[in-house]
């Protein structure tokens, strides 16, 4: 148990569009889920905390209209780069919290966007 | 702000060394958790500690939380290829995110 699923796995675009990206809970509700972004080579930099039904809470120095973030559902949670540009090329990855306690949380197998 | 020191950054050994991968904070957490990354891939959960002074195996590898909850321990015994990746620890402090650790990449030679 304790799957979650990233789609795409991988994208390629041109600058000044916008990409969404999907995170899924496959086998288990998750009332919060994580958006983190990772440069090669170094560790993660968590972006935003995703609450079901509420509005994300963005990290300082994170552009909230720049990286929009809907948690519609106990499963699923979107993270939408708008107006793409090279500098926002990186590897995304999400993870969601099972139950009440930060001690469990399960990641994605990650998004590598590169804009072009 | 909580920070988490990884030591050594990098770690270049041959298959069948030991060593213990280190990770280090001034504050105290009510849980650690190690995690293993492979390129392209997300971090998959190794293991959680949650008590001071605690030990847990897993096959070849040990983890140990400090007495004071701000520091942990990794150790390989006779490593394996497969070892190879970038080893996080993280810790869970109440109701806020986990705080990440830098990394420590490990390379195993064969």
């Known amino acids: 148990g304790a799957v979650v699923s990233q789609h795409p796995s991988r994208v390629i675009c041109k600058s000044g569009t916008s990409v969404k990206i999907e995170c899924r809970s496959l086998d288990f509700q998750a009332t919060t889920m994580f958006w983190y972004r990772q440069f090669p080579k170094q560790s993660l930099m968590l972006m935003a905390t995703?609450?079901?039904?509420?509005?994300?809470?963005?990290e300082q120095g994170v552009e909230k209209d720049k990286f929009l973030i809907n948690h519609a559902s106990l499963t699923l949670s979107t993270l939408t780069v708008t107006s793409a540009h090279p500098e926002d090329s990186s590897f995304y990855i999400c993870?969601?919290?099972?139950?009440?306690?930060?001690?469990?949380?399960?990641f994605g197998p990650g998004t590598r966007l590169t804009v072009l | 702000t909580q920070l988490l020191e990884q030591s050594p950054q990098f770690l270049s050994i041959q298959e069948g060394e030991n060593l213990t991968v280190y990770c280090n904070s001034s504050?105290?957490?009510?849980?650690l958790q190690w995690y293993r990354q492979e390129p392209g891939e997300g971090p998959v959960l190794l293991v959680t500690?949650?008590?001071?002074?605690e030990v847990k195996k897993l096959k070849r590898l040990t983890f140990q939380f400090g007495d004071a909850r701000k520091d942990s321990s990794l150790h390989i015994t006779a490593a394996q290829t497969g070892d190879t990746g970038l080893y996080l620890c993280a810790g869970a402090t109440g109701r806020r995110a986990l705080t990440f650790g830098s990394g420590t990449r490990l390379q195993v030679q064969p």
């Open positions: 500690v949650v008590t001071g002074g």
């Open positions: 995703s609450n079901e039904g509420s509005k994300a809470t963005y």
């Open positions: 993870s969601a919290q099972r139950g009440s306690s930060y001690n469990e949380q399960f």
């Open positions: 504050s105290v957490f009510s849980s």
